[in-house]
């Protein structure tokens, strides 16, 4: 594949050795199905399939849809949709495959707006477990007072309980990426948090200023005097930044300013 057409796709190939690991760590169970994200030349795909469990692709690359198809033709378990996945449609897809993983090594360019659209419906799947840029799986995986917790990091805690599984350096990979990798397990929460689609409208907001006081990062959409009732409200300090809240504590800040 050329060099434009990976750029354009922001394909990087992984070796066999780190995708049979990684492949080994997808937990499945009998009954189960995978749905995989951008399968490229089908390195993750390989020993996923010898697992024996069915398996859809979607792919966006059309030479990489016709390597596939020839490639895994002995397969009857193996399907593949030429598709990009932000327009996949994933629910539909669910209602005929409910018990099912989603896995993939995602392209660095989009897989934070891949994780935005499988959180809400995450509850409906067994879970996520792929690979990701290694300083975006840290903030999906942050904690609250630490420095990789933000805004991302509250929208996949709202709905999942994630931790790294591997940390994978640039040299598994061709073309070599200039940083290192990671893989995350994403396990849908039991009881995702109950938030109005606003409610992340006032996150982001929240975290504008990292670093700064929420009162001051809030101030500009909310007033200022409104969200010092609500941390008061609440029982927060004035002092208090958006890193130092769970998600349950800033949707309680959230509801407060919006009964002003």
């Known amino acids: 594949m050329d060099r434009e057409r990976r750029r354009r796709f922001g394909q990087n190939f992984l070796d066999k050795q780190t995708a049979d690991l990684i492949a080994s760590d997808l937990p499945l169970s009998?009954?189960?199905?995978?749905?995989?994200?951008?399968?490229?030349?089908?390195?993750?795909?390989?020993?996923?399939?010898s697992r024996g469990f069915p398996l859809t692709a979607v792919e966006i690359d059309e030479e990489c849809v016709a390597f596939l198809k020839e490639k895994f033709t002995d397969k009857p378990d193996f399907s593949i949709v030429n598709q990009n996945f932000l327009q996949f449609p994933l629910e539909a897809w669910l209602e005929k495959n409910p018990k099912s993983w989603l896995t993939g090594n995602l392209p660095y360019n989009i897989s934070?707006?891949?994780?935005?659209?499988?959180?809400?419906?995450?509850?409906?799947?067994?879970?996520?477990m792929g690979m990701v840029q290694y300083e975006v799986a840290k903030?999906?995986?942050?904690?609250?007072?630490?420095?990789?917790?933000?805004?991302?990091?509250?929208?996949?805690?709202?709905?999942?309980?994630?931790?790294?599984?591997?940390?994978?350096?640039?040299e598994h990979f061709t073309p070599r990426p200039n940083v290192d990798s990671a893989t995350v397990l994403l396990l849908p929460l039991?009881?995702?948090?109950?938030?109005?689609?606003?409610?992340?409208?006032?996150?982001?907001?929240?975290?504008?200023?990292?670093?700064?006081?929420?009162?001051?990062?809030?101030?500009?959409?909310?007033?200022?005097?409104?969200?010092?009732?609500?941390?008061?409200?609440?029982?927060?300090?004035?002092?208090?930044?958006?890193?130092?809240?769970?998600?349950?504590?800033?949707?309680?800040?959230?509801?407060?300013?919006?009964?002003?």
């Open 30 to 49: 009998d009954g189960e199905s995978i749905l995989e994200i951008g399968p490229g030349h089908g390195a993750l795909t390989e020993p996923l399939l």
């Open 139 to 170: 903030r999906f995986c942050a904690e609250p007072h630490s420095s990789d917790y933000g805004s991302l990091s509250v929208w996949v805690k709202a709905h999942a309980e994630g931790r790294i599984l591997r940390k994978i350096g640039p």
């Open 112 to 128: 934070t707006g891949i994780v935005s659209k499988i959180m809400p419906i995450l509850k409906r799947t067994k879970g996520f």
């Open 190 to 260: 039991e009881h995702p948090l109950e938030a109005p689609p606003d409610f992340f409208t006032f996150v982001q907001a929240a975290f504008s200023k990292k670093r700064k006081l929420i009162v001051n990062s809030l101030s500009n959409s909310y007033g200022k005097s409104e969200a010092f009732a609500a941390l008061e409200k609440c029982g927060f300090s004035m002092s208090t930044r958006a890193e130092e809240l769970s998600p349950q504590e800033l949707l309680n800040l959230y509801t407060n300013i919006k009964k002003k």
